[in-house]
């Protein structure tokens, strides 16, 4: 199919998923200050106890200006920039493993003075960037697994490696699962998938019990109150003590007591147990409801842009943000195991907020030429007049 597409009319942009973006961001700047202030006063002796909510500030301010500004970027201006994205956020993932930041045990970060740069954000955005390129160039060969799926896992499963061997497990079982979602939705043949899962859920269950270490924190979930899950179920522990603790109503802003040390690093990937805990169960549902109304209007953008380029970035952006809630969230109540995903817009860490808010800028000026939009605008114009694209995925309309 190509590239071909109709000449789109241009109107207002989603504000609904705007204004839901700037509510979560907001939210997680309360809420990283408010869980990191003791930790940063404990651990961080010269720091002030405002240390991880300035520098979570300065990433949301670049954040929300780059958003605004891509969301006046058409779209298709990131198709020159695929082969670039894909090429240079692999470099960096292959240089993060000889000169990146070691904590605790983990390379991760790539340090410029007052900031920090997490090359494994940036490579699942140039991912999905290119493998969306990559399946709207193949059109229907999507169903076709040497053709159509399998250059699509080569390009994601190499960065999956290299993030792996950070070790990163979270963003790499991310990075996966979104290209997963992509080519399902782009029209994937489910028993090529299933058999892909399949063979992938074999491996991983050698990876992660080939390492005591990581076999613990996997298992751990299944009986956290077990005496000899004492050291890995640690987290999982405090951030149930936290959810109950919270009850319907919460304990009140500041008034959390695991983030005293009882839970470790708890502006991070279990600040969602502290959210509970000072907002209540209450809270967290509304903070749910966000994710949620997000989730919805992501979808409703791609289903209803009539470009299949933009249709499968849409997609995308929309499932890198609702598979990491939900993991995120099943990790912190003990649903899923801890693999270390951070919550969108919520946890401390500016490369994610920043990407995330990249992604939704894109998302933002995609839902500018919805067909939603334009039949309000103007009467559609004859069928003959302007031929429409073949859809070939599972967002046909």
Not at 9 to 32: E, K, M, Y
Not at 97 to 104: H, R
Request: proline share 5%; net charge positive.
């Amino acid at each position: 199919m190509g590239f071909t597409h109709t000449k789109l009319t241009r109107h207002r942009p989603d504000f609904i998923l705007l204004f839901v973006v700037l509510v979560l961001v907001s939210v997680g700047l309360v809420n990283v200050y408010s869980a990191s202030m003791i930790w940063a006063a404990e651990n961080l002796k010269a720091a002030s106890p405002s240390y991880f909510f300035i520098r979570q500030m300065i990433w949301a301010i670049m954040g929300t200006f780059f958003m605004l500004f891509i969301m006046n970027v058409h779209y298709r201006v990131w198709l020159r920039l695929t082969k670039f994205a894909l090429v240079s956020t692999t470099l960096l993932l292959v240089i993060v493993l000889f000169i990146g930041q070691e904590v605790n045990g983990a390379k991760r970060w790539l340090g410029f003075g007052f900031l920090s740069l997490q090359p494994s954000e940036f490579s699942i955005f140039a991912i999905l960037l290119y493998v969306s390129y990559l399946l709207t160039k193949k059109g229907e060969q999507i169903t076709d697994f040497k053709k159509g799926v399998l250059p699509s896992l080569i390009i994601a499963i190499i960065p999956a490696l290299l993030i792996l061997k950070e070790p990163d497990m979270g963003t790499a079982v991310l990075l996966i699962g979104t290209v997963f979602c992509v080519l399902y939705c782009a029209g994937a043949r489910f028993r090529h998938l299933f058999s892909i899962f399949i063979i992938g859920s074999a491996a991983s269950i050698y990876f992660i019990f080939s390492s005591k270490y990581r076999a613990e924190r996997i298992t751990a979930f299944l009986n956290p109150w077990d005496a000899s899950n004492s050291d890995s179920a640690f987290q999982i522990k405090n951030s149930l003590y936290a959810i109950a603790s919270g009850g319907w109503t919460g304990q009140g802003l500041g008034h959390s007591i695991e983030k005293f040390l009882y839970l470790p690093e708890p502006h991070t990937d279990f600040i969602f147990a502290i959210l509970i805990e000072e907002w209540g169960i209450i809270g967290a549902i509304i903070v749910i409801i966000l994710f949620a109304i997000l989730i919805w209007r992501g979808t409703m953008i791609a289903t209803r842009i009539p470009d299949r380029f933009a249709s499968i970035f849409a997609t995308g952006i929309t499932a890198m943000i609702g598979i990491a809630m939900i993991v995120n969230i099943g990790m912190v109540t003990d649903v899923l195991p801890v693999i270390g995903v951070p919550l969108p817009f919520i946890s401390y860490g500016g490369s994610s907020l920043f990407i995330k808010m990249t992604a939704i800028g894109i998302l933002l000026n995609i839902s500018r030429y919805t067909l939603e939009e334009r039949s309000k605008l103007r009467p559609s114009p004859p069928v003959h007049a302007v031929p429409q694209p073949i859809r070939r995925s599972r967002f046909d309309t």
